[in-house]
């Protein structure tokens, strides 16, 4: 009886700690790690929304960048943390939804690790070529590639990242074969691309919208199945009619799993106000991103059914990081 007496006591200690460092969160500076190097989707996204978040949580928001092995280190590095909402996961669709169908042994579990907190914004991907690539559209590109299978190189931000990705979906379901050069970052993707050391880069529509915009690049196509607003006369995978291709890449913040319930909503109303803001808006609509409004159970449903469709487009294309 006294056993039981005491493990009750504990629990209600617990208990009363746990309610206790909800009602005052944040007490302290909050860090948003990312998973992959700086001038990418996932920085960008990080660094519009953490000011913003600051000024509405009372707290310092900090982002840090820790890369590695594609996005697996970043990512595995939140699961060792503590569950009480001061370590947040930047969560993207390659390393929540992409990772699993491309490692058999992931290291971390998307649905069962982490809680989507919010998802903030979308891109589409466009296709860039160098500026002295002899073609011109991605059909002259594909015609080419038959015809001299692995030849063409395309760069990427790392293995398994959405621009790794997106081009070999793209030449798996076109039947041909290009060589995968993967960085450490988007940044250093399109520097070997504006040097034309490298043939083609699938990289996210807002830190490749710059060189586009210039004429630096050539633009081939966009992932998504219709055009982008910000790029009218780039016209789809889809609607080349070189592969049936349907893509876009989402962010948004997510817990560990175990995160108070009372502090994953404080972060869900400091994000509405964040995602409402009109210089927020402004900053991701320049760049092509699409805001997203979603409610928890909407967020949950998308990041789901993202991982599942994912990871059955992948196994049966054959696309394996192991």
Known sequence: MRLRMIAFCLGL????????????????????????AAGGGFDLTAR??????????????????RTGA????????VTTMPADGYTLLLGGLSNIALNPGLYKKLPYDPLKDFVPVTLAVNWSFTLVARKNLPMNTLPEVIAYAKAHPGELTYASAGNGTGQHIAMAATATLAGVKLTHIPYRGAAEAMQDILAGRDDLFFDNTASSLSQVRAGAVK?????????????????????????????????GLFARSGTPDAVITKV???????????????????????????SPEETDALVKRDVERWTKLLHEAGISLD
Request: aromatic share 4%; net charge neutral.
């Open 70 to 77: 594609g996005t697996l280190i970043g990512t595995q590095y």
């Open 13 to 36: 200690l617990a208990l009363h700690a746990g309610a206790a460092s909800a009602d005052d969160y944040p007490s302290r500076p909050i860090r948003i790690i990312v998973p992959s």
């Open 219 to 251: 633009t081939l196509a966009v992932s998504s199945a219709k055009r982008q607003p910000v790029l009218p006369d780039v016209p789809s995978v889809m609607e080349t009619g070189v592969a049936p291709l349907d893509m876009v890449t989402w962010f």
């Open 268 to 294: 869900r109303d400091a994000m509405k106000v964040v995602l409402a803001d009109p210089n927020v808006v402004a900053v991701f609509q320049k760049t092509g991103g699409n805001v997203m409004h979603l």
């Open 48 to 65: 519009v929304i953490s000011e913003k978040l600051s000024e509405t949580l009372g707290k310092p928001v900090v982002v840090e960048n």
